[in-house]
């Protein structure tokens, strides 16, 4: 698999995730294509979504500056509201564009390089937290949508854990939802366990708290979109719901995400703004109509895990214990 987003030639490459398991990698050369890529979820994950705003903002520093650039940057960072990491890796670029295009292309790539070494450390702190909190023996972990490499520059945050702890021999099998309505789960997570060569079983998202009620894993690690400064985690819509599980059940619920995805100007999850997308992704499946015709169905990307439920948030820099 090559690298999830990077820049070859004065162009952006992306793997793209619409395409998945199927491989196709797809140049961008402007940054309105980025726009459209990034609203389309070609590119998608919160800190793939950072690398790409930085990206896009030093293709556009090539054409043009000022004014326009900074018009270019803001619609970039509102390409998709909720996860943190876009507007993050914008700014990070942004901040450049007063020493050149080319002091620009060095920031973005400086991001990029980052996401890579910040998912390394999360992987080798939340395999030791794990460690701690459920024992030696190999673990059985649930997670929800993709947060793999594939969700990042490289390795990963929630599934850079699972594999820094199958690297140590510690894990038994991962269940992993499928992820309506866009199935990470069963085209993008699948691909990566597979790769991994980790035993996994996809189940459909609704039967992911009672596999956990009936203590059939021992612990659940996600990724987040933006966690609040009190600690609530934006994910994608279907992860409070294992929350709640993992919290009745008494196990650990993990989240393991980059500095860059932690909001403090952000106050809780009240203020996360979830993103809405299209109708037609809910009433629409494998390319055909499965609801009658008039229908109408609501598709929330995101929900919002109270800080109370979850177990720690590890970071590249720390593990945090919102809920105390
Ligand atoms: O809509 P998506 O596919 O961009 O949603 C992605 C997620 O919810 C991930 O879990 C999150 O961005 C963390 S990725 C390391």
Redesign the pocket.
């Known amino acids: 698999m090559p690298r999830t987003i990077d820049w070859v030639d004065g162009r952006i490459v992306l793997v793209d995730q619409t395409a998945l398991p199927e491989l196709r990698v797809v140049e961008i050369d402007t940054a309105d294509g980025l726009v459209d890529a990034i609203r389309r979820?070609v590119v998608?994950?919160?800190?793939?979504?950072g690398a790409a705003g930085a990206l896009g903002v030093a293709l556009a520093a090539r054409s043009v500056a000022g004014a326009e650039l900074a018009a270019v940057a803001a619609r970039l960072a509102a390409a998709?509201p909720t996860?943190a990491n876009l507007a993050v890796g914008v700014r990070r670029a942004m901040a450049a564009a007063g020493d050149g295009p080319e002091a620009v292309l060095a920031a973005a790539l400086d991001v990029l390089e980052e996401d890579v070494a910040a998912c390394r450390a999360i992987g080798a702190r939340g395999a030791a937290l794990l460690a701690e909190l459920c024992g030696p023996a190999p673990l059985r972990l649930h997670t929800?949508?993709?947060?793999?490499a594939l969700?990042?520059v490289e390795w990963?945050?929630?599934l850079g854990v699972v594999r820094s702890l199958h690297e140590a021999g510690r894990v038994a099998h991962v269940v992993a939802d499928e992820t309506r309505p866009?199935l990470?789960g069963s085209r993008i997570t699948a691909v990566e366990l597979a790769e991994m060569g980790v035993p996994f079983r996809l189940v459909v998202d609704g039967a992911g708290a009672s596999i956990i009620a009936r203590g059939l894993v021992d612990a659940v690690v996600?990724?987040?979109?933006r966690v609040a400064a009190n600690g609530d985690v934006a994910?994608?819509i279907g992860t409070y719901p294992l929350a709640l599980a993992a919290a009745r059940a008494g196990i650990p619920f993990v989240v393991a995400?980059p500095e860059s995805t932690l909001d403090p100007d952000t106050a809780d999850g009240a203020a996360i703004e979830i993103e809405e997308r299209a109708a037609e992704e809910v009433l629409v499946v494998g390319g055909a109509k499965v609801a009658p015709e008039g229908s109408a169905a609501w598709n929330p990307?995101?929900d919002v895990t109270p800080a109370d439920l979850v177990t720690a948030v590890v970071t590249e820099e720390r593990v945090w214990r919102p809920g105390g």
């Open positions: 979820l998608r994950g919160a800190p793939a979504l998709r996860a929800h949508c993709n947060a793999g969700a990042c990963g945050t929630a866009l990470q996600v990724g987040a979109d994910n994608k995400a990307a995101f």
